[in-house]
Each structure stands twice: as C-alpha cells, then as structure tokens.
C-alpha cells in the first residue's frame, strides 16, 4: 500500500469509526505492504461508507402552509417549472435512496416574496414553526433554515430573531434578491448586523432577476446562477463581508458562475477573488468536472459541501443510485467523504452532536 492510499485509508476509516461503520474498513488495514493495489487504481480507494452518510445542505421543503399560499396566489409555475410534491416522507424516501442522512431544509424561491405586509411576516413564522417542528421530531434527519419576510428589513430581523430563538432553526435562507434589492444594498445591513452578532449561517440561494429577455429558456438554467453572481458582487462591493465577518456563508450551485469569473469580477470590485475564497458553496447541480475544477481551484476543498437541490431537481436525476456520480470524477473518496458530510458536520454543530449520540 503506497504511503498515499494508505493516508486516504486511515482517514477514511477514522470517520467511517465515528460513524460507527468500521466494519467497512476491517480488513484492508491489513493489506500486505507492496500488494497488488496502487494510489492509481480505483481499488486503492478505501469504499464510500456503505450506511447513509451525506449531509444534504441544499435541501428544500414546501410545508403545507406554504404550497397554500402558493396555491392561493395562482402559482403553479415556479420559474417555468411545475411546483414539485413535498413531504417529509417524500424527503425521507429520496434519503434513503441516495445515502443521504440528513438535510438541512430551506425554502426555495419565491420564498414569501409573492406576499406582502403581514401576509409575509404571517407566512414566514408559520413555516419556520413547521420547520422547527419537524427538526425536533425528527432531528435525526432534518435541520431546518428560516425563511424572512424580505426585502421588509426590519420584520426580517424580528423574524430571524424569533425563528432562531424560539424555533431553533440553524440559520437562515436568502434569495440573490428579494423583488428586485441586491444583497449588498445598505437596507439590509441591519440585518446583517443582527445575523452578524449571532454568527448565523447564512444560505445564498438563487432567484431570477426582476427583468431579464425572454430566449425561450427557462430561467433556472442560466438566470439563477447570473443572480448568484451579481448578488455575490453586490455583497463584496458594499464590503459586507469584511464588516459582518461572524456571518458563515454558503453560495448554491458552487457559486453560480463566480469561480470562473472571480478574476474578472476582481477588475471591478477589488479583492473579490480573495473575499469570495472564505465562503462556503455546494455542489447541486454543479456536480460536473468542469465546474468542480474551478470551484476547487478558488475556493479549496474545505468550502465545499454537497446539495442535492431536491425536490425540484429530482426530475435531472437517476432513478436509483447517485445523484451526483461526477463527483467521483473530480474528488477521490476521502475528499468525497469529506465535502459530503465533514464539511457540512463542521458548520452545524447541533446536528454533528445529534447524530453523534
Ligand atoms: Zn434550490
């Protein structure tokens, strides 16, 4: 066993022990010195763990409160495509299905943003109870991040402070915009300033932009990542990073199209390329080699943790196996066990102690 598999080896069945899965390395630890297998071949790789070990942290829920509001405002359509089925059950069979132990849920856009006034404020606390609800029935399996009645600041920070409180969600979700107001935009710095002083964790998701031309192309292929983009840059450019830094970040879809413009984006917000290296991006429907390339490039394997994007990206994937099967063409199982579950485990300590017990 060359001294790299074998590094790769004793990592690996360290976590597979914390994860009370050392049967899965009993047995190659013993491998004679010099043996057949090499650092190249695919038998080198000690095995993914063979029980449920991802931690999902681009997961959304649409709680019954929420399809109602939906439905109710005429929103069948979420961005061009059908609003998807969810349950708690549906999650857990997707789970199962694709060794996935917990998700740590978030609503996807349009969040509460079809709503105004107290219909928002009203929407936004009762899915963050559900969620906290249903993280304390089954904290196992499901963590939850709240949603905010944005772009209204202030009923936002009253929201965050209570679904964090009294709910016990473990951060919360944002749109790239929320009707139309950037991240960076100063009206949102005090609720920066709240999240801030918490260290909350703070999940960037995307969201169309307000104008864009119509190709004939639904606008989650290609206007959610442009978003992502701008957002991040509006994010930089305000310098809210470097004022707010106890926010723990995380950027959907490895950051849009950031990573590959990072340096470009540099010309025109100075030190982008190094205030966008802290955050944290997952790999949903990013999965591919090419875009794995560049994120890992910029942002390293450390910042890098998994999302499967469901349940509105369950149509893209296989019926059974893995979701994500490109991971394997850029990450060795070591880093995959580590983007896939150490990663994630490391930012959400209730759910690491939880699981732990
Ligand atoms: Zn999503």
Not at 193 to 209: D, F, K, M, Q, S
Request: proline share 9%.
């Amino acid at each position: 066993v060359s001294e790299l598999s074998r590094r790769r080896l004793f990592a690996a069945c360290g976590s597979l022990g914390a994860l009370g899965l050392v049967a899965a390395c009993t047995g190659s630890d013993d491998a004679p010195p010099g043996g057949a297998t090499s650092a190249a071949s695919p038998s080198a790789q000690p095995p993914l763990p063979s029980e449920a070990y991802r931690i999902d942290l681009h997961a959304h829920a649409l709680p019954p409160v929420y399809q109602q509001a939906l439905t109710s405002a005429g929103l069948t359509l979420l961005d061009g495509l059908p609003v998807p089925k969810w349950s708690p059950e549906l999650a857990l069979q997707f789970m199962t299905a694709h060794g996935i132990q917990a998700q740590v849920l978030s609503i996807s856009t349009p969040q509460v943003t079809f709503l105004s006034g107290s219909s928002a404020v009203d929407a936004a606390r009762e899915v963050n109870r559900y969620l906290g609800q249903l993280s304390r029935d089954q904290p196992r399996s499901f963590a939850a991040l709240a949603v905010l009645p944005l772009p209204d600041v202030p009923a936002a920070v009253r929201e965050a402070r209570r679904a964090l409180d009294e709910d016990g969600l473990q951060g919360v979700a944002v749109l790239s915009n929320h009707n139309g107001v950037y991240l960076g935009d100063p009206r949102f710095d005090p609720l920066w300033e709240e999240l801030n002083g918490r260290g909350t964790y703070v999940y960037l998701h995307p969201e169309a932009p307000q104008q864009f031309p119509d190709i004939g192309i639904f606008p989650a292929a290609m206007e959610f990542v442009f978003d992502t983009t701008r957002s991040l840059a509006t994010l930089a450019q305000k310098d809210v990073f470097r004022r707010f830094p106890n926010i723990r970040w995380q950027v959907a879809h490895s950051g849009g199209t950031v990573p590959f413009l990072a340096s470009r984006i540099s010309l025109a917000v100075p030190g982008f390329r190094e205030t966008i290296q802290r955050l944290r991006y997952d790999t949903a429907l990013s999965a591919n080699e090419a875009a794995q390339a560049a994120l890992r490039s910029v942002v390293g394997l450390d910042n890098i943790v998994f999302g499967s994007d469901f349940p509105f990206a369950t149509v893209v994937y296989p019926p059974s196996g893995d979701p994500q099967p490109d991971l394997s063409a850029s990450y060795s199982n070591t880093e995959r066990l580590k983007l896939e579950r150490e990663n994630a485990l490391r930012e959400f300590p209730r759910l690491a102690q939880v699981l732990r017990a």
